[in-house]
């Protein structure tokens, strides 16, 4: 028992330091080290007659503790899966949130203090090249996490980059007032970013 108790605090502080292939590894170690010592220490015994009974219990003992760390390894693994899941999906909210931020900035600085209508080529190229550099952005946020085996930003979509420039483009020409067409703006790209985040949170924990 007090084995065991040595692998669970073990096993705690590892999960905390290391990878878990390291505490796989470190906690079988361990337990292979324990049966030895209890094997040797039996073949020692002075008294013949005794070591094959106290082998089998010392056998079955440490069976009992590697169930009890599979349990442990097992609680420890589902937890901080679960944390993991929820960091990831706070990210990926997150970023695509800042996305969000950035484009509708630069689209009310546009309707306010530029001449649309004799601005319109200048206009039209500098919001795809900010959206098209806010997107490669995101990606390279998204590539540094993986799930599954599923690497989160290979689910993007390129496309994305024209349907939101002209989605921008269609309210900043559409010939409402400026206060209307910020309005306009701040609610369409809350949509759009929202159904794309919710999208890849599909793709990637379902």
């Keep these: 028992m007090d084995e065991f108790q040595t692998v669970n605090q073990i096993v705690g502080q590892a999960v905390k330091d290391s990878s878990y292939v390291t505490v796989l590894i470190s906690s079988g170690v361990f337990i292979a080290y324990t049966l030895i010592i209890r094997l040797v220490d039996l073949f020692k015994a002075k008294d013949r007659n005794k070591p094959i009974v106290q082998m089998a219990q010392a056998i079955q003992q440490v069976s009992e503790n590697v169930v009890k760390l599979n349990q442990v390894l097992d609680k420890t693994f ?9 960091k990831l999906k706070n990210v990926i909210e997150i970023a695509f949130d800042s996305f969000r931020v950035a484009i509708e900035r630069h689209c009310t600085d546009v309707i306010i203090h530029n001449n649309v209508d ?3 080529e200048l206009i039209k190229e500098n919001l795809f090249k900010l959206i098209s550099t806010e997107y490669y952005r995101l990606y390279n946020i998204l590539s540094a996490y993986e799930i599954d085996s599923i690497n989160v930003s290979t689910k993007l979509k390129e496309d994305w980059i024209d349907d939101l420039t002209k989605e921008c483009l269609d309210i900043i020409y559409n010939g409402q007032e400026p206060v209307v067409r910020i309005g306009q703006i701040g609610n369409k790209l809350s949509i759009i970013f929202d159904e ?3 999208y890849v949170g599909n793709k990637v924990f379902n």
């Design 118 to 120: 004799k601005n319109k």
């Design 196 to 198: 794309h985040s919710v």
């Design 78 to 86: 589902q937890d901080a899966d679960s944390k993991e899941r929820a």
